[in-house]
T-cell receptor, first 115, second 115 residues
Framework: GAVVSQHPSRVICKSGTSVKIECRSLDFQATTMFWYRQFPKKSLMLMATSNEGSKATYEQGVEKDKFLINHASLTLSTLTVTSAHPEDSSFYIC???????????FGEGSWLTVV | AQSVAQPEDQVNVAEGNPLTVKCTYSVSGNPYLFWYVQYPNRGLQFLLKYITGDNLVKGSYGFEAEFNKSQTSFHLKKPSALVSDSALYFCAVTRGSSGNTPLVFGKGTRLSVIA
C-alpha cells in the first residue's frame, strides 16, 4: 500500500483563492519532504525542499510567498497555493525520504485546476 | 551538477520481448540512482535504486537495472514485457551525495508494450 498520501487528489478553485495540499508519510517519520510540479507530458520540476521544524528551501524561480510550505510535524507537510491563477493549474506531487531503506517515496499527486 | 539523461522519448516493444529503457548519468562523486514508473494521472512508484554494491539491481515487477560506471549508464531492463508495463518511466539521481536530497529527474521515457 501507499506509504505517502496526498490530499486532495483533485481540487478546483477560483482565481484569487488559496488552496492547501497535504502530504503525509503514513508509516514512517519524514524529516525531509519534497514538492514537485509536473506539467502535462513533462518531467517533474522540484519546487522546494520541506524540512520539519524549519523553513523550506525553495528552488530558483519558485515564489515562496505564493507557494507556502509548512512541515509542522514529522509526518505532514502542506503546500498552500495562495492567490491562485489559472497558470498555477498543474499536477503537484510530494515525496518523502524514508531513512530506513534510504528511499524516496512519492504521493499519488494532486491535480489543481484554477478557474 | 548531478543530472540524468533519457535519450528516448518513446520505446515500443512487443509483449513477451525483452525491454530496455536507457539512462545515462553525470555526477560528481558516487551516484545514487533510481528508477520510477508513473501510470496516467498517478504519482510515481519506486522500482529500484543503486546506492552501492552489486552493479545489477533487481527491483519491483520483474525489472532490473545495471549500473555501468565506465559507460555512466543505468539502463532499466525486463526480460519479458507485459502490456501492463506500458507507462512513463523516469530515471533519477539524488542531487547530493546522500539519500536525503532532492531527486533530479530525466525527461521520462514512455514505454508502450504492444500485444
Amino acid at each position: 500500500g501507499a506509504v505517502v498520501s496526498q490530499h486532495p487528489s483533485r481540487v478546483i478553485c477560483k482565481s484569487g483563492t488559496s488552496v492547501k495540499i497535504e502530504c503525509r508519510s503514513l508509516d514512517f517519520q519524514a524529516t525531509t519532504m519534497f514538492w514537485y510540479r509536473q506539467f502535462p507530458k513533462k518531467s517533474l520540476m522540484l519546487m522546494a525542499t520541506s524540512n520539519e521544524g524549519s523553513k523550506a528551501t525553495y528552488e530558483q524561480g519558485v515564489e515562496k510567498d505564493k507557494f507556502l510550505i509548512n512541515h509542522a510535524s514529522l509526518t505532514l507537510s502542506t503546500l498552500t497555493v495562495t492567490s491562485a491563477h489559472p497558470e498555477d493549474s498543474s499536477f503537484y506531487i510530494c515525496s518523502a525520504w524514508r531513512a530506513s531503506g534510504n528511499t524516496i517515496y512519492f504521493g499519488e499527486g494532486s491535480w489543481l485546476t484554477v478557474v | 551538477a548531478q543530472s540524468v539523461a533519457q535519450p528516448e522519448d518513446q520505446v515500443n516493444v512487443a509483449e513477451g520481448n525483452p525491454l530496455t529503457v536507457k539512462c545515462t548519468y553525470s555526477v560528481s562523486g558516487n551516484p545514487y540512482l533510481f528508477w520510477y514508473v508513473q501510470y496516467p494521472n498517478r504519482g510515481l512508484q519506486f522500482l529500484l535504486k543503486y546506492i552501492t554494491g552489486d552493479n545489477l539491481v533487481k527491483g519491483s515487477y520483474g525489472f532490473e537495472a545495471e549500473f555501468n560506471k565506465s559507460q555512466t549508464s543505468f539502463h532499466l531492463k525486463k526480460p519479458s514485457a507485459l502490456v501492463s508495463d506500458s507507462a512513463l518511466y523516469f530515471c533519477a539521481v539524488t542531487r547530493g551525495s546522500s539519500g536525503n536530497t532532492p531527486l533530479v529527474f530525466g525527461k521520462g521515457t514512455r514505454l508502450s508494450v504492444i500485444a
